[in-house]
């Protein structure tokens, strides 16, 4: 069988043979792959000239269901992609965490969208006043880079190295150009199979290199973005290739790091936390058979309590069951090949020269299932180094596989001290139900971390564990771990994104952003904003509301209505010493009263109300004081119809601006609404 690239809008095979893939548990045959004689400045601008102004012209919103269309869709494909998955030698707790996790980031990075405009592009920030007069303005607005996403992938997880990179790309309207790694190139192959057969993303969209993919970033420029998961040493070095330094080609690398896992002082043999530890140091070591770049590798252990940490860990290791994961009762797989298996050994060996085994053999496995002749099967190895500080390997070579080492250590001084020997990891965890331990951990060890997990009792149930990153939150670490970030929620699709200063009349940068700026053109609504359907709102439109003029009795009745007595609203003595002169009306009684004014109480479009950001009350209101309202349209989202009987509308932003009788502002706020369309096939 060949495991074959999709470019240019085909399925293509190489050149020959660069790669044999073989099943991890047994050594059958599964397919040959190659990438060579591939084109590949044809494909970056086949993904620049094809998929990138496919992808640029929607916007944000669209780009966000298009994201959940996919994930539904492959969700319901998942079974195929366990059956191929288990070729790899994972167990189905490893599957799960590739597939099912994969595919939550294409959910995560789709409910993005709320946190974008109804844009192709992103308005960045509040605009700066850059005169006197109010008309002339700054602002930023973030663009989609006119390249291609260059993704190459390690070869540890297949499906979600590949989808926890394009989420993020796509969401900001990006190509991709995935590289996986040869060796399990082919679970990656089958859910692109199944992607562009679905017919969600525009063609173009997403390319992929099955094979070595040699010549891949030749051709990257000043538009593209490059990933890079894997060894720091391959990464460096393209990172430093002439022309990517040059055209100052951005570069995220996530290497490989040595994370670490602490135990809390107070964590002592007989509390919840110690177990905690056990368990996730044991998780660790077992799934996807050490093969995560967030895996623990060091194992920090107050000196005291080393034995009973070493005792318990071996343990739990010697009940662990190893071989083909389709057989009832195994607990971990084979690494992803033999060749990958001898790499382990290799570095294993150079850490046996300053430390002890004290649990596994290097070449000798029990397994149920599977070859141990052509799988890819090695034991679980704990080692132990009692003088970290001098026997210092440890921290320096990685084994990428189930291997990690319990290190003592005296205070948490020493513990950060060992954390930040590792020279930057993706992610550290303590286990500790001493907070005031964990706050002093977490604020000295930080500076060297991606991700840091506090573990204790209280919250190791719904914990997602030491190996997960989270698509919510940044994903990379500094130093040895790359010095980048993927993912991290909505920071990590701005990665995608040129930011670019804008300057110029208020008017003007309204209608760029499509977001109102103060000092814009407000023309009077006709009718009022209340009787328009979303698709009839223009943004700057307003409605110059009837005044009123506050009294006494007004602020009375409010604090009886809403059981606030605050001196300064109720107790005029008291005020000395204050910001005020008089008695002063109760803010929310000014927004209410605003709200009374800019309403228009007859059924219409609007549907509800359904929330209030930013409000601000700039200015004090004392009886006599008369209002007014300007109720602007500030910005228009459109949404989605859930289902043929849902009703179609959009979120109206309405700017509330409160003035007083000298036209000065006492108070803003922006409202939400939900605006029925006059179109409800859309």
């Given at each position: 069988?060949?495991?074959?690239?999709?470019?240019?809008?085909?399925?293509?095979?190489?050149?020959?043979?660069?790669?044999?893939?073989?099943?991890?548990?047994?050594?059958?045959?599964?397919?040959?792959?190659?990438?060579?004689?591939?084109?590949?400045?044809?494909?970056?601008?086949?993904?620049?000239?094809?998929?990138?102004?496919?992808?640029?012209?929607?916007?944000?919103?669209?780009?966000?269901?298009?994201?959940?269309?996919?994930?539904?869709?492959?969700?319901?494909?998942?079974?195929?992609?366990?059956?191929?998955?288990?070729?790899?030698?994972?167990?189905?707790?490893?599957?799960?965490?590739?597939?099912?996790?994969?595919?939550?980031?294409?959910?995560?990075?789709?409910?993005?969208?709320?946190?974008?405009?109804?844009?192709?592009?992103?308005?960045?920030?509040?605009?700066?006043?850059?005169?006197?007069?109010?008309?002339?303005?700054?602002?930023?607005?973030?663009?989609?880079?006119?390249?291609?996403?260059?993704?190459?992938?390690?070869?540890?997880?297949?499906?979600?190295?590949?989808?926890?990179?394009?989420?993020?790309?796509?969401?900001?309207?990006?190509?991709?150009?995935?590289?996986?790694?040869?060796?399990?190139?082919?679970?990656?192959?089958?859910?692109?199979?199944?992607i562009i057969a679905s017919?969600?993303?525009?063609?173009?969209?997403?390319?992929?290199?099955?094979?070595?993919?040699?010549?891949?970033?030749?051709?990257?420029?000043?538009?593209?973005?490059?990933?890079?998961?894997?060894?720091?040493?391959?990464?460096?070095?393209?990172?430093?290739?002439?022309?990517?330094?040059?055209?100052?080609?951005?570069?995220?690398?996530?290497?490989?790091?040595?994370?670490?896992?602490?135990?809390?002082?107070?964590?002592?043999?007989?509390?919840?936390?110690?177990?905690?530890?056990?368990?996730?140091?044991?998780?660790?070591?077992?799934?996807?058979?050490?093969?995560?770049?967030?895996?623990?590798?060091?194992?920090?252990?107050?000196?005291?309590?080393?034995?009973?940490?070493?005792?318990?860990?071996?343990?739990?290791?010697?009940?662990?069951?190893?071989?083909?994961?389709?057989?009832?009762?195994?607990?971990?797989?084979?690494?992803?090949?033999?060749?990958?298996?001898?790499?382990?050994?290799?570095?294993?060996?150079?850490?046996?020269?300053?430390?002890?085994?004290v649990f596994g053999d290097?070449?000798?496995?029990?397994?149920?299932?599977?070859?141990?002749?052509?799988?890819?099967?090695?034991?679980?190895?704990?080692?132990?180094?009692?003088?970290?500080?001098?026997?210092?390997?440890?921290?320096?070579?990685?084994?990428?596989?189930?291997?990690?080492?319990?290190?003592?250590?005296?205070?948490?001084?020493?513990?950060?001290?060992?954390?930040?020997?590792?020279?930057?990891?993706?992610?550290?965890?303590?286990?500790?139900?001493?907070?005031?331990?964990?706050?002093?951990?977490?604020?000295?060890?930080?500076?060297?971390?991606?991700?840091?997990?506090?573990?204790?009792?209280?919250?190791?149930?719904?914990?997602?564990?030491?190996?997960?990153?989270?698509?919510?939150?940044?994903h990379g670490g500094p130093?040895?771990?790359?010095?980048?970030?993927?993912?991290?929620?909505?920071?990590?699709?701005?990665?995608?994104?040129?930011?670019?200063?804008?300057?110029?009349?208020?008017?003007?940068?309204?209608?760029?952003?499509?977001?109102?700026?103060?000092?814009?053109?407000?023309?009077?609504?006709?009718?009022?904003?209340?009787?328009?359907?979303?698709?009839?709102?223009?943004?700057?439109?307003?409605?110059?509301?009837?005044?009123?003029?506050?009294?006494?009795?007004?602020?009375?009745?409010?604090?009886?209505?809403?059981?606030?007595?605050?001196?300064?609203?109720?107790?005029?003595?008291?005020?000395?010493?204050?910001?005020?002169?008089?008695?002063?009306?109760?803010?929310?009684?000014?927004?209410?009263?605003?709200?009374?004014?800019?309403?228009?109480?007859?059924?219409?479009?609007?549907?509800?109300?359904?929330?209030?950001?930013?409000?601000?009350?700039?200015?004090?209101?004392?009886?006599?004081?008369?209002?007014?309202?300007?109720?602007?349209?500030?910005?228009?989202?459109?949404?989605?119809?859930?289902?043929?009987?849902?009703?179609?509308?959009?979120?109206?932003?309405?700017?509330?601006?409160?003035?007083?009788?000298?036209?000065?502002?006492?108070?803003?706020?922006?409202?939400?609404?939900?605006?029925?369309?006059?179109?409800?096939?859309?």
């Amino acid at each position: 069988m060949k495991i074959q690239n999709y470019i240019l809008g085909n399925w293509e095979d190489g050149e020959g043979v660069e790669f044999t893939a073989l099943n991890a548990l047994n050594g059958d045959l599964i397919g040959t792959v190659s990438s060579a004689g591939l084109d590949y400045e044809a494909i970056l601008d086949y993904g620049r000239k094809k998929g990138g102004p496919a992808l640029r012209k929607m916007t944000f919103q669209e780009r966000g269901r298009m994201l959940k269309a996919l994930a539904l869709h492959l969700m319901s494909k998942k079974n195929m992609f366990y059956e191929i998955s288990a070729k790899t030698g994972a167990t189905k707790i490893d599957s799960w965490i590739d597939i099912e996790g994969g595919i939550g980031n294409l959910f995560a990075n789709a409910s993005l969208r709320r946190q974008f405009p109804d844009l192709p592009y992103y308005v960045d920030g509040v605009a700066a006043p850059l005169s006197k007069g109010g008309t002339f303005i700054g602002h930023h607005i973030m663009v989609p880079k006119k390249g291609v996403a260059i993704h190459i992938n390690a070869f540890n997880f297949p499906i979600w190295g590949m989808l926890e990179k394009i989420a993020v790309n796509l969401m900001a309207g990006v190509p991709a150009v995935v590289k996986p790694s040869e060796i399990t190139s082919y679970l990656t192959e089958a859910m692109v199979r199944e992607i562009i057969a679905s017919k969600i993303l525009p063609e173009g969209a997403l390319q992929l290199v099955s094979g070595f993919g040699r010549g891949i970033v030749d051709h990257a420029n000043l538009y593209d973005v490059v990933t890079f998961t894997g060894s720091a040493f391959t990464g460096k070095k393209l990172k430093a290739l002439p022309h990517i330094t040059e055209n100052s080609v951005p570069f995220n690398l996530e290497a490989d790091s040595l994370n670490a896992c602490v135990l809390g002082e107070d964590a002592t043999p007989g509390t919840p936390e110690f177990d905690i530890f056990i368990k996730e140091v044991l998780k660790e070591i077992t799934i996807k058979a050490g093969q995560k770049c967030t895996a623990v590798r060091r194992i920090l252990v107050p000196e005291k309590l080393v034995d009973e940490v070493e005792n318990a860990l071996k343990s739990k290791l010697s009940k662990t069951i190893i071989g083909d994961p389709s057989l009832e009762g195994v607990r971990m797989g084979s690494l992803v090949s033999r060749l990958q298996m001898e790499r382990v050994k290799e570095n294993v060996s150079l850490l046996l020269e300053e430390q002890n085994l004290v649990f596994g053999d290097l070449n000798e496995v029990e397994i149920q299932g599977g070859s141990k002749e052509k799988g890819a099967f090695i034991s679980p190895l704990l080692m132990r180094n009692d003088d970290p500080f001098n026997k210092t390997r440890v921290h320096d070579i990685e084994a990428f596989g189930p291997v990690s080492t319990i290190l003592p250590y005296k205070n948490l001084e020493e513990a950060i001290q060992l954390v930040e020997m590792g020279k930057g990891s993706l992610v550290t965890s303590i286990i500790t139900a001493d907070d005031k331990l964990a706050r002093e951990f977490v604020v000295e060890a930080a500076h060297i971390n991606g991700r840091i997990l506090v573990l204790n009792e209280r919250c190791a149930k719904e914990s997602t564990g030491h190996g997960s990153p989270m698509p919510m939150l940044t994903h990379g670490g500094p130093g040895r771990a790359g010095g980048g970030e993927e993912m991290g929620g909505k920071r990590g699709v701005l990665h995608y994104l040129h930011r670019t200063a804008i300057q110029g009349h208020p008017e003007t940068i309204t209608r760029i952003t499509e977001q109102f700026q103060v000092g814009a053109d407000q023309p009077e609504s006709v009718p009022h904003s209340f009787r328009k359907h979303f698709e009839d709102l223009v943004v700057g439109e307003t409605v110059f509301t009837h005044k009123h003029t506050v009294t006494t009795t007004d602020i009375v009745n409010f604090a009886n209505v809403s059981g606030d007595n605050f001196y300064a609203h109720m107790d005029e003595t008291s005020l000395e010493g204050t910001l005020f002169t008089e008695r002063v009306a109760h803010g929310y009684f000014i927004l209410s009263k605003a709200a009374g004014l800019f309403v228009d109480p007859k059924k219409g479009p609007v549907l509800l109300n359904y929330g209030i950001d930013e409000c601000r009350f700039t200015k004090p209101v004392y009886a006599g004081t008369t209002i007014g309202v300007r109720f602007t349209v500030k910005e228009k989202i459109d949404q989605e119809k859930r289902s043929e009987d849902d009703v179609a509308k959009g979120i109206v932003k309405f700017l509330v601006d409160i003035y007083d009788q000298d036209n000065e502002t006492v108070g803003m706020a922006t409202i939400l609404t939900m605006v029925k369309k006059l179109n409800q096939d859309t």
